[in-house]
């Protein structure tokens, strides 16, 4: 059984930055891509981020490119998620998931259904 533990999210005012982590336990981290997912009140929950199983490879959502970094550190089974110049838009409860696959990437990783453990999720409030 994996677990997921993310950590991280606050009150943050528009244009500043914050940091999520997601801790994973269990074994062959490094084997599987690694994604971030959002839930906004009402709203379905998005998909946000996603990176290989190495972190050579990531994929963002077209609402956060350019503002947000995947990143995974596999000596610490842990992945990041760093959001800089954050607006209003970006307050959601954040999740991160493990692929349910071993050693696959691709844009099909944007799909809830490609990953089988998810975190229990992390607060992020922007104010205007």
């Known amino acids: 059984q994996v677990q997921l533990v993310e950590s991280g999210g606050g009150l943050v005012q528009a244009g500043g930055s914050l940091r999520l982590s997601c801790v994973a336990s269990g074994r062959s981290f490094s084997n599987y891509a690694m994604g971030w997912f959002r839930q906004a009140p009402g709203k379905e929950r998005e998909f946000v981020a996603a990176c290989n199983g190495s972190g050579g490879s990531t994929y963002y959502a077209d609402s956060v490119k350019g503002r947000f970094t995947i990143s995974r550190d596999n000596a610490k089974n842990t992945v990041h998620l760093q959001m800089n110049s954050l607006k209003p838009e970006d307050t959601a409860v954040y999740y991160c998931?493990?692929?349910?696959?071993?050693?696959?990437?691709?844009?099909?990783?944007?799909?809830?259904?490609?990953?089988?453990?998810w975190g229990q999720g992390t607060q992020v409030t922007v104010s205007s």
């Open positions: 998931a493990r692929d349910r696959t071993t050693t696959r990437w691709g844009p099909m990783l944007v799909q809830e259904h490609k990953y089988d453990y």
